[in-house]
């Protein structure tokens, strides 16, 4: 897929997350037009209108609802329509009714986008990731899920409130499945290059016992919490998603821990899709790296893919 300068994305899903991203891709000057698509094509017309005015304040972009036919000529697919995690609720309890929407609606969208890249977002990510990639029939490479780059950047945050570092300069990311099982790798986390017992040598400061556990459990509870708070993510999701896709329309071979399909690494069994650190450029997920684990992360990982696969062998999907 050739770079062609200033691309058209189309957004499947006008709530929260949706209009969200939207408005983020605004500030992108790689995106020149967006179409939103919703089952509530009221709701999309409304979103597109005030997106349209907000756009007038920074630069031309077209913007404007639609439906599958108006998506002709995209080269990503942002696919954020799927129901709403409630309060108390996992992301693996909401398969059923997202896989039956990606069911629906991912068949016409490729009927006139047969070379868009698919970005999945709804959740469960991962494995609806896995439920786009049977359903289109697509290379891997083309099939993209959100996965843990937020989880990631949450990882960085949460670290560099605790080390008093920017966080841009924190390495640190987080794999498997974006929700209840997944895994901060702790041993590749790193300062600037300096791994963390050595850079909290260099601070003059130590790291406590429960340390590791509380960061790991408000990185994977963070998403519950501001559900909680204020009924839905929004924000953090909107600009990874921005991230990963200017990184595919520059073509900038950036390391981001997208979901995508897998198999015979780290020595899972069949196929799956998760998150591990890969590269992203212009033909999609263009590499995986096989990052080197520890005996514990390496376990966890192959639980949460276990559990992965639990879920997708209940799905009725193509052979």
Same mark, same amino acid.
């Given at each position: 897929?050739?770079?062609?300068? $200033?691309?058209?994305?189309?957004?499947?899903?006008?709530?929260?997350?949706?209009?969200?991203?939207?408005?983020?891709?605004?500030?992108?000057?790689?995106?020149?037009?967006?179409?939103?698509?919703?089952?509530?094509?009221?709701?999309?017309?409304?979103?597109?209108?005030?997106?349209?005015?907000?756009?007038?304040?920074?630069? $031309?972009?077209?913007?404007?609802?639609?439906?599958?036919?108006?998506?002709?000529?995209?080269?990503?697919?942002?696919?954020?329509?799927?129901?709403?995690?409630? $309060?108390?609720?996992?992301?693996?309890?909401?398969?059923?009714?997202?896989?039956?929407?990606?069911?629906?609606?991912?068949?016409?969208?490729?009927?006139?986008?047969?070379?868009?890249?698919?970005?999945?977002?709804?959740?469960?990510?991962?494995?609806?990731?896995?439920?786009?990639?049977?359903?289109?029939?697509?290379?891997?490479?083309?099939?993209?899920?959100?996965?843990?780059?937020?989880?990631?950047?949450?990882?960085?945050?949460?670290?560099?409130?605790?080390?008093?570092?920017?966080?841009?300069?924190?390495?640190?990311?987080?794999?498997?499945?974006?929700?209840?099982?997944?895994?901060?790798?702790?041993?590749?986390?790193?300062?600037?290059?300096?791994?963390?017992?050595?850079?909290?040598?260099?601070?003059?400061?130590?790291?406590?016992?429960?340390?590791?556990?509380?960061?790991?459990?408000?990185?994977?509870?963070?998403?519950?919490?501001?559900?909680?708070?204020?009924?839905?993510?929004?924000?953090?999701?909107?600009?990874?998603?921005?991230?990963?896709?200017?990184?595919?329309?520059?073509?900038?071979?950036?390391?981001?821990?997208?979901?995508?399909?897998?198999?015979?690494?780290?020595?899972?069994?069949?196929?799956?899709?998760?998150?591990?650190?890969?590269?992203?450029?212009?033909?999609?997920?263009?590499?995986?790296?096989?990052? $080197?684990?520890?005996?514990?992360?390496?376990?966890?990982?192959?639980?949460?893919?276990?559990?992965?696969?639990?879920?997708?062998?209940?799905?009725?999907?193509?052979?």
């Amino acid at each position: 897929m050739a770079l062609q300068g $200033p691309a058209k994305v189309a957004i499947i899903g006008a709530g929260y997350v949706g209009a969200s991203t939207a408005f983020a891709l605004l500030f992108s000057p790689i995106v020149k037009e967006m179409v939103l698509v919703d089952i509530n094509r009221t709701r999309a017309e409304g979103e597109a209108m005030d997106l349209a005015h907000a756009a007038t304040l920074i630069r $031309p972009v077209k913007i404007y609802a639609g439906g599958p036919a108006d998506c002709a000529g995209a080269r990503i697919i942002i696919f954020t329509a799927g129901a709403n995690q409630q $309060p108390g609720e996992t992301r693996l309890d909401l398969v059923h009714r997202n896989t039956a929407i990606v069911r629906e609606a991912l068949p016409p969208l490729l009927q006139h986008c047969p070379d868009a890249l698919i970005l999945m977002v709804a959740n469960p990510v991962d494995v609806l990731t896995y439920v786009a990639w049977k359903i289109s029939g697509l290379p891997e490479n083309r099939i993209l899920g959100s996965g843990t780059v937020l989880d990631s950047a949450r990882f960085r945050h949460l670290l560099s409130r605790r080390l008093h570092v920017d966080p841009r300069n924190i390495h640190a990311y987080v794999i498997g499945e974006h929700g209840d099982t997944e895994v901060p790798v702790w041993s590749l986390a790193n300062v600037a290059g300096v791994d963390l017992e050595e850079f909290y040598l260099l601070d003059g400061t130590t790291e406590d016992e429960a340390f590791r556990t509380e960061i790991s459990y408000q990185v994977r509870e963070a998403a519950y919490a501001i559900i909680e708070r204020k009924g839905a993510t929004a924000y953090g999701v909107a600009l990874a998603l921005s991230r990963i896709t200017e990184s595919i329309l520059r073509d900038e071979k950036s390391v981001l821990t997208v979901s995508s399909v897998i198999r015979g690494l780290y020595g899972l069994e069949g196929e799956v899709a998760l998150s591990l650190p890969c590269l992203v450029g212009s033909q999609g997920r263009e590499k995986i790296l096989a990052i $080197p684990l520890g005996a514990g992360e390496l376990a966890a990982l192959r639980h949460s893919a276990s559990i992965l696969q639990e879920i997708i062998a209940r799905l009725r999907l193509p052979g």
